[in-house]
Structures are given as structure tokens and as C-alpha cells.
């Protein structure tokens, strides 16, 4: 089918869709709206974010509504505050000429006595967040025991932030026999599950293979040292002058940092995360889409109402903890038939990653190397030479020209390019001259995977902390990189095992490190980090402890351990005892006399 209206639409609709400037219905739009039209049953929909989703259950829902009838017939849950009003606006414009109907947003940082206010005139259709749709619910604020239509829109994005049990407690208040559309970029077992639970013998429409990439994106990759993150991203910013980007950080901390460092460098930038008050987010979104903001940095969350056609890259500035969310990344940019460039910033200890998005998205990542500080100069030069040449001429200037001629009658044509194009030059010039080159060479593979092959920049430690203490591998990680105030990537090869664990750091921070958990107490206990022998990626198991994880021998401690029952006085004395000098020293700094070190809030 080639048009709308082959698709069954009818004139109003397809009258708003002139009026939108849309010819043609995308691949999702085509497979899901006939069949919506002519079933009444449950549909799962997987296509990538940018692909018309919204419209193919929007459209259905629109045309199958009675707009004469005051009652709630459609619920549309999203994940977002800024998905939630797109959707919306969306909606109406879409049934802008249904005379009588009335979408109603519903979402948490609003007046919910306006909204339910909004609810009261009569709403055919409600578009929620789960949070704010579950807390109208239960002050019996809105009814919804007569919908026929619900629409799980980004259901894996609403799974991945926590919203199952209000999705199920939502659903409960609506009629079993209502038809349940659920919209996804991507199809985890999360996914599959709610499908299973809330939906029966539904259609399921595949747009592309699953999980995979739109093929409008190319992806790139660019490995650095871990602490020449944020210069890595100033280049590939400069040495792309009229970038128009998405950048994502996976801390909403990260994320204002980010922001705030790069407006103070020169940037137009702006943060986007949750900590936003709903009126800073739209101030945001309205800087960013009108293109006062040029790089909006983000995180994963509130980025999925991000609806702008224009966006040229996706900087991944640190890669998401769950690899099926890079796919919602990289579909901020190649929408609407345009063409996007996602660019991943890796350290050495992320490489692997990689390889598993590539199996994810089905497409291959190209490794590029960061920009040379010369060649930002070239590109910055040569693009303010077009933009020179096809401005057009402002003849106000005229009146002018007459100083102007007389101030330069004694320099030639040369020179004068030379004066006015090194106003320019002199700014990225001065800047990058004698600039280090922030590429690494890719070992193809991630630390953890070369084994034993030792590097002689990074040094392992031994902590006697475990699986039985609460942590995994990213608790760890977070923990010392919050307790040493380090940079997240400054920490890596985290290895957790049952009773202990091990983790690196870059060599120049082993002093610091060593220093800092010395005599180090964490909620009642002692925390003990030492240098370990071993230099691979796995470590050796407990084997050899007994009763209370003491260890009897065999594992990978240069001095031997203490445990948390021995007296303080002990435990320095079996340090300071130790063959190893490192511990030696140690012990020599432990006195009474060392200043407490400042802890951060």
C-alpha cells in the first residue's frame, strides 16, 4: 500500500494528514493500521524509535472512538513526562478535525487537580505515566472500567525503568475484553512476558529484525584512555562545526557535569535528567528543538520524548548498562528519512561491548580515531570559508564600506583573507597546537579477556568485600569510585567474587587508593584493599578459606589478611610484619599524626 488512504483512513483523518505534509506511510504504519482497523484484537508491534509508531496505533484509535461520547475509550501509557506530551500533541493533530475531541495528558510535575479537571470535561482519550496514572487511580480521579482501546507504548523502556507492578495494577482497573496494542523498539523476555500476561493470542508485526538498527544510522566508535573522555568529545564536537546532537551519559550526576563543563568551554549545551523541574525540562526541549542548544546532553529516560527530526549524531559519552538501550539511543538521529551518525567513546575496559551491540543491532561499528588537533583546524577553517561564501550580502553594510576601504587601502587581497580568516584560525590554532593525540591502540579485545598479559599502567587490588556483602560488579564499581572520588571509567576490571573482590586502577592512582583505605571503616567494619599479584581479569576462587573467610593459603594476597574479628592493634601488627613493602610503608603512614582525609558528602 502506497497511500493513506488505501490504508482505510477516513476523510478527516487523511484531511489532518494533508495538512501535516505526510505522503506516505511508513513500513510499521502500513503493517499495523489496516489490521487495526479491521480486527479488534491484540497486536505487538517491534519497530525502531522513529519509524511512525505513534501513528500507526494513533490513527486505529482516532478513527474507532466515539467523539459524541464523553467516556474514556483509549488509554496510551508511555515512560516518560516528554513522551507522554509528544504523543499527545501528536494526537491532536491528528484528530484536529474530529469535532468534539478531547486528549488529555496525564503525568507526574503537573497540577493533578487540573488535570483531573481536564479528565472531568470529558476525555475520549488519556495518554499517562504510569506513576501519575496509578496515584489518580487510587483518589479515584479518573475512570478507566470502560476503555476499549490501551496502547503500551516504549514497553520496553516502561519495564526497564521499574513500572511492572504499576502497569499491572493499571491494567487491572480496565475491561478483560478491550483490545491491547504494545509498541517496542526492542523485544527482551521482559517484553515477552508482558505480552504473554496481558495480551491474548496477539498479532506481532516486525519492522526490520529485532533489536536491530535502522539502516539511515552508521556507528562509530572511538577509543580513548578513560580520563580523555570529555576531551575526546570536544573534538569530535569541534571537528564537526554544525553538529546538531544527542549526547548520553547513563547518571543524571554525569549528565549535568557534562553540560555544565561544556557550556563553561564555549558550547551551546544544556543538560536534560530527571532532577529537572517539568517547567526547566520544556525550557530545555524548546532551546533544543529551535536549535539554541546544539548539543543537549541526556540521560536514557529523559531523552525518550525526544521527537526532533534534525538530530546529525548520538554521542555515547559512557555506553548504557543495558546493551538493548544503545538501540533507543542511536534512534534519536536517521529519523524521518534522514541519515545519523552514532559515535560510542570507549575506554579499553569497554571495547567488549562493542562486539555485543554489534550482535544486538546487526550492524557493524567503525573504529575511527579522535581528530588531531590540526585537522580540527583545517575543518574549522575551510567550514567558515562556505559559510563566508554563501552568505548573502547585507547591502546596509554599504554606508560602511567607505571606512572600511580606508582603513585596508595598503593591504593587498592575500592579506587581507589572511587578517580576516585569522580571527578565526588563531581561537582553534592556539588552542590545539602541540595537542596530544587522544587515540589508543584497540588490543581487540577487553582487559578482562587478555588474561595474563600485564600491563604496566594499571594496578590490581584485592578488597575483602563480596557477593555476601550486597555487591555486584556495578555496586563495587560505584562504591569506589564514590568513597576515591574517581571518575567512573578510572575504575575497571571489577571482579566480585563471593567473600572478595578485585579491581584496577591506572598505576598513578595506586598511592591514593592505598592511602585512602588505610584504617578505612564502612558501616562497622574495616574494609581492607591491598595490591594483588594476580594481573588477569578473573582471579582466583576462594578456595582454601575457612570458617569466617579467613584464608588458610593459596590465594593471590601478597600479605595475609585480616579479618573483621581480630583487635585493631592486631591487625596492624600482621601488617606491618609483612615481607611486602608496600605494606611496610603503609603501616610506616598509619600513625597518630596522619591528617584525616576530607570525605565527600
Known amino acids: 500500500m502506497s497511500t493513506f488512504k488505501e490504508l482505510g483512513l477516513n476523510q478527516d483523518l487523511l484531511n489532518a494528514i494533508a495538512d501535516l505534509g505526510f505522503e506516505q506511510p511508513s513500513e510499521v504504519q502500513q503493517k499495523a493500521i489496516p489490521v487495526l482497523l479491521e480486527e479488534e484484537r491484540d497486536l505487538v508491534a517491534l519497530a525502531q524509535t522513529g519509524t511512525g509508531k505513534t501513528a500507526a496505533f494513533g490513527f486505529p484509535m482516532l478513527q474507532k472512538i466515539n467523539v459524541d461520547s464523553r467516556t474514556t475509550q483509549g488509554l496510551i501509557l508511555s515512560p516518560t513526562r516528554e513522551l507522554c506530551l509528544q504523543i499527545t500533541n501528536e494526537l491532536k493533530l491528528y484528530g484536529k478535525y474530529c469535532q468534539g475531541l478531547n486528549v488529555v495528558a496525564i503525568y507526574g510535575g503537573s497540577s493533578i487537580t487540573e488535570q483531573a479537571k481536564q479528565i472531568k470535561r470529558g476525555a475520549q482519550i488519556i495518554v499517562a505515566t504510569p506513576g501519575r496514572m496509578k496515584d489518580m487511580i487510587s483518589r479515584k480521579l479518573v475512570d478507566i472500567s470502560k476503555i476499549e482501546y490501551s496502547v503500551l507504548d516504549e514497553a520496553d523502556e516502561m519495564l526497564n525503568m521499574g ?129 539554541q542548544i546544539q548539543m543537549l546532553v541526556a540521560t536514557d529516560v529523559a531523552a525518550r520524548g525526544i521527537d526532533v527530526d534534525d538530530v546529525t549524531h548520538v554521542i555515547n559519552y559512557q555506553l548504557p548498562d543495558e546493551i538493548e538501550t544503545y538501540t533507543h539511543r542511536s534512534g534519536r538521529t536517521g529519523r524521518a528519512g534522514k541519515t545519523g551518525v552514532s559515535m560510542v567513546i570507549v575506554s579499553k575496559s569497554e571495547v567488549r561491548k562493542i562486539k555485543s551491540i554489534e550482535r544486538i543491532i546487526k550492524k557493524q561499528f567503525d573504529k575511527k580515531e579522535i581528530p588531531s588537533g590540526m585537522e580540527i583546524v583545517e575543518v574549522q577553517l575551510m567550514s567558515l570559508a562556505k559559510k563566508i561564501h554563501t552568505t548573502e550580502t547585507n547591502h546596509e553594510i554599504d554606508q560602511y564600506l567607505g571606512s ?20 578565526e584560525f588563531n581561537r582553534f590554532f592556539n588552542y590545539y597546537d602541540k595537542s596530544k593525540d587522544l587515540s589508543v591502540e584497540d588490543y581487540g579485545g577487553s ?28 555496586k563495587l564499581k560505584d562504591f569506589l569510585k564514590e568513597q576515591l572520588e574517581l571518575g567512573r571509567d578510572d575504575v575497571f576490571k571489577v571482579d566480585v567474587k563471593d567473600s572478595f573482590s578485585f579491581f584496577n586502577t591506572e598505576k598513578s592512582q595506586q598511592e591514593k587508593v592505598l592511602n585512602f583505605f588505610t584504617d578505612f571503616k564502612f558501616e562497622g567494619r574495616f574494609v581492607n584493599v591491598e595490591v594483588s599479584e594476580n594481573r588477569g581479569g578473573g582471579g582466583r576462587r576462594d578456595r582454601g578459606r575457612g570458617k569466617g573467610g579467613k584464608r588458610s593459603g593459596g590465594g593471590e594476597r601478597r600479605s595475609s589478611r585480616r579479618s573483621d574479628s581480630q583487635p585493631k592493634n592486631e591487625r596492624r601488627s600482621r601488617r606491618s610484619d609483612s615481607s611486602d613493602n608496600r605494606s611496610e610503608r603503609r603501616s610506616n603512614r598509619s600513625g597518630s599524626d596522619r591528617p584525616r582525609r576530607s570525605r565527600r558528602k
Open 163 to 291: 513500572f511492572y507492578e504499576d502497569m499491572t495494577e493499571i491494567l487491572s482497573h480496565t475491561p478483560a475484553d478491550k483490545s491491547t496494542w504494545l509498541f517496542s523498539a526492542t523485544m527482551p523476555k521482559e517484553v515477552a512476558a508482558i505480552a504473554k500476561d496481558f495480551m491474548f493470542n496477539p498479532i506481532e508485526i516486525t519492522v526490520g529484525n529485532k533489536n536491530e538498527s535502522t539502516s539511515n544510522v552508521s556507528h562509530e566508535y572511538y577509543l580513548v584512555n578513560a580520563r580523555d573522555r570529555y576531551l575526546a568529545l570536544k573534538r569530535l564536537a569541534d571537528a564537526n562545526p554544525d553538529i546538531f546532537s544527542v549526547v548520553f551519559c547513563r547518571t543524571k550526576r554525569d549528565t549535568q557535569k557534562v553540560a555544565e563543563k561544556l557550556v563553561e568551554d564555549g558550547y551551546s549545551a544544556g543538560a536534560l535528567h530527571g532532577d529537572l523541574s517539568q517547567n526547566q525540562r520544556d525550557l530545555v526541549m524548546k532551546a533544543f528543538r529551535n536549535k
Open 404 to 423: 572600511i576601504n580606508e582603513l585596508f587601502k595598503d593591504t593587498d587581497k592575500d592579506e587581507l583573507i589572511k587578517k580576516f580568516f585569522s580571527v
Open 447 to 474: 582487559d578482562r579477556d587478555r588474561g595474563d598479559n600485564k600491563s604496566s599502567n594499571d594496578t590490581r587490588y584485592f578488597i575483602n568485600v563480596g557477593r555476601k556483602d550486597g555487591y555486584d560488579w556495578m
